[in-house]
Structures are given as C-alpha cells and as structure tokens.
C-alpha cells in the first residue's frame, strides 16, 4: 500500500467511495489554499543592493517599512517590497543612479514617492511617510544597522513607530503585524514623543492604549 495516499476509502452509506471513473471521493475536495510565498531573501537581496546604489550616490536616505523593523531585530516575515525613504528633492538624482544599474523606475500616480523594481522585487522610494514630508532632520537620526552583509542608515525606533502608527486608518487598522514590532523595539522607543507625534490619530491611541492593558507599556496616571 501507497503510504503516502493512504488506506482505500470505505463506502459511505447510500453511495459508493468512488466516482464512476474509479477517482477517488475525496479527490473532488477544493485543495487548501496555498501560504504566500516568503520573499524574505529576496527581498533583502534586493534591499542591499538598492542600499549599496544609494550609498554611492551620497545622498541622505534611510531604509523604512517592515525591513527597517527586521534591520531592528524584529522577526517579521517579509511579503511585499522594501522601502526607502528620501528628500524629494533628491528623487531625480538617485533615480538616475538606480537606473543605470538596471532598476526599472516606474511612474505612479502618486505624488509621494516613485515605485522601482528589481530582481522580480518591488521598490519604493519614499519623500513623504504618513502625510509627512521626509525631512533631513529625519534622515539623520537614523542609525547605520547591518541588513544582512551590507550596512545602511535605518529609520530609527520611535521614528519607525511614529510613521507606522499615523499609517493607521479606519480602512487599515490591523494591530497584528504592530504588536511585534512594539513589543520588540520597546526599550528603544522614546514613548513621550511617540505619543506628542501621534495626538489625534484615535487609531494610534487606541493602539497605546492597547499595549497598556498587555504591560507593554507602563499605564499613565488615571488611565
């Protein structure tokens, strides 16, 4: 017997195991939906590679989004692109850069960044992060972090936390892949500002509010 197919069915009562053709019953059965895949790597080769251009270009940037929090230590899976954030006034000079070394720049019709793709991975190069303009000030706090082999500047902590928060809108409001992300940069977190930057965005209050009640976060007075 095939081990790997398993005992032959038992009839069921009032029809038979198998179709008339001889498949078997459960062959009907819709097969479970396949996991996306992990572009992980991918996109981390990708991401040192956009890393190493930028650099030579000598313009200020910083790596932002989910690989800026894997750059921090955050286990998170990668799935979609990787992003990087820029003055806009420096878009023309490091898409040039990018361009001749292969990367496709795609024109979007946003007005906030311009999307680029390489190696089958997605890239965007970001000036403006949760309304807010990419600003020099902010460039310059980030830190320079390995990502893989290759070292870059990495938004840093409460940056990060500030821009994923404000991202947060009643039509994207999923705590899920933040809470890692909290739990895990906690320490390194300027809290105080995290909540001065984000007063007003009832989802960002909602989300502190939560990592209060699960001891994230230490619970202010009266809350």
């Not at 313009?59 to 750059?71: D, I, Q, T």
């Not at 990419?134 to 936390?161: C, G, I, K, N, Y």
């Not at 105080?192 to 009640?213: H, I, K, Q, W």
Request: contains cysteine.
């Amino acid at each position: 017997m095939n081990l790997m197919e398993g005992p032959p069915a038992r009839p069921e009562a009032g029809g038979a195991a198998s179709s008339r053709n001889g498949a078997p019953a459960h062959a009907s059965r819709a097969p479970s939906p396949a996991l996306p895949p992990d572009h992980t790597q991918a996109i981390l080769e990708t991401t040192k590679e956009v890393g190493a251009v930028l650099k030579a270009s000598g313009r200020p940037f910083a790596l932002v989004g989910s690989v800026a929090a894997y750059a921090h230590g955050i286990p998170v899976r990668l799935q979609h692109d990787t992003d990087f954030a820029i003055l806009r006034e420096d878009a023309e000079v490091v898409t040039e850069a990018l361009r001749e070394r292969g990367v496709r720049i795609v024109d979007p019709p946003e007005d906030w960044l311009v999307k680029a793709r390489a190696g089958g991975e997605e890239i965007d190069l970001i000036f403006s992060l949760a309304g807010r303009p990419v600003t020099a000030e902010l460039l310059a706090r980030a830190p320079t972090l390995p990502v893989d082999s290759v070292h870059m500047p990495v938004l840093a902590p409460t940056d990060l936390m500030v821009c994923r928060l404000l991202a947060l809108s009643e039509h994207h409001c999923d705590f899920g892949p933040l809470l890692p992300v909290a739990r895990g940069l906690r320490e390194r977190v300027d809290w105080g500002r995290v909540r001065e930057d984000t007063a007003g965005s009832p989802m960002a209050e909602a989300f502190l509010y939560l990592l209060e009640l699960l001891d994230v976060l230490p619970r202010r007075d009266g809350a």
